[in-house]
């Protein structure tokens, strides 16, 4: 059976999206976060993976960009089909260069619209996103972009570390993209299942490498050297 997670913080979009979701194929909804913390920690007790992921891009607790950076490295199984409300072009852009294989908007959770039927009319793109990400085809909805050629999508944070960082393990480099997040080093050692000792020595051991004095520095660095990419830089309004 399919198996779908959903991460969506708002209870008014959350309720119609799993109606919706489930609908598909008898799909089983096999995760519901509201927020991206308790996404990860769902991911990690879970017995089998979800084949899809429809993630909320604005959400508390670990924002949807770095949420796909991490899963696309740690879980690269999961199809990300990104959701939000909100049509930041830069931000949309960046979700799917560092991986997302869909984005849509949450119009179809109106489909009575003028917006919505003046583009699809009965289509349901919920579906024939979710139906393109399982044969690994893109899916990018209209009211984004009216041309997908008009989508310029940057090199990935993965490209960039296999080019310029392949010496630094993978342990470090998830606990760069946590340390991203803002979480608290316990809330990382939960994540990565390690010790907070352990956690601690990562960034010990990064701190010295990059010769950065705090976390802070920490995530300046890796944003400026593109080992992260973060949401600040693409929406003012991201978390």
Partial sequence: ??????????????????????????????????????????????????DILLLDIKMPKIDGLLLTQYITFIHPSIKIIGVSS???????????????????????????SAVYQGTYGNRNILFEAMEAVLNNKEYIDSLLFNQRDSIKKSKSTKSIIRENFANIPNTHME???????????????????????????YFNLLSAEFIVSNRSELV????????VKHPRFYDKSAN
């Avoid at 049509?87 to 009575?112: D, P």
């Avoid at 300046?220 to 080992?227: A, E, F, P, Q």
Wanted: aromatic share 6%; net charge positive.
């Fill in 1 to 50: 059976m399919l198996k779908i997670a959903i991460a969506e913080d708002e209870e008014r979009h959350l309720t119609p999206i799993i109606q919706e979701a489930s609908a598909f194929k008898k799909a089983q909804i096999s995760i519901i976060s509201k927020n991206g913390f308790d996404l990860l920690m769902s991911l990690k007790t879970v017995k089998r993976l979800p």
């Fill in 86 to 112: 909100h049509s930041n072009e830069a931000l949309v852009t960046e979700v799917l260069s560092e991986g997302a294989l869909g984005f849509i908007t949450k119009f179809f959770l109106k489909r009575e």
């Fill in 220 to 227: 300046y660095h890796c944003t400026t050297h593109g080992i």
């Fill in 175 to 201: 606990y760069l993209i946590l340390n991203a997040a803002n979480l608290s080093h316990t809330e990382i050692a939960k994540v990565m299942n390690k010790s907070l000792a352990s956690v601690k020595n």
